[in-house]
Nanobody, 125 residues
Framework: QVQLVESGGGLVQAGGSLRLSCTASGRTFSRYAMGWFRQAPGKEREFVASINSNGRSTIYADSVKGRFTISRDGAKDTVSLQMDSLKPEDTAVYYC??????????????????WGQGTQVTVSS
């Protein structure tokens, strides 16, 4: 089993920044691809960013490309999401996810086996 715990959410003004962190415990985190997803009220959960197991390859949703950066620290078993130039439409609950069956990044939520409980990000205009 893998346990994922997100932190770093909060309230920020438009144009501001936040850094989300996801700490993993349990199994071999370093072998897993990791991803961030988000879900706004009344909307389906959507892909935000993903990183492969060695941290050298990343993909992003078009809506966050150039503003968000995903990274990982194998020594600390954490994956982070640096969010800059935040917009009100970025308001959502953000979830961290682990893909245990493959080391490769992916935008498909059904490929992830483990999920965190989510952290709220609210961007005011």
């Amino acid at each position: 089993q893998v346990q994922l715990v997100e932190s770093g959410g909060g309230l920020v003004q438009a144009g501001g920044s936040l850094r989300l962190s996801c700490t993993a415990s349990g199994r071999t985190f370093s072998r897993y691809a990791m991803g961030w997803f988000r879900q706004a009220p009344g909307k389906e959960r959507e892909f935000v960013a993903s990183i492969n197991s060695n941290g050298r390859s990343t993909i992003y949703a078009d809506s966050v490309k150039g503003r968000f950066t995903i990274s990982r620290d194998g020594a600390k078993d954490t994956v982070s999401l640096q969010m800059d130039s935040l917009k009100p439409e970025d308001t959502a609950v953000y979830y961290c996810a682990a893909r245990s069956r493959s080391p490769y990044e992916t935008k498909w939520s059904q490929e992830y086996d483990y999920w965190g409980q989510g952290t709220q990000v609210t961007v005011s205009s």
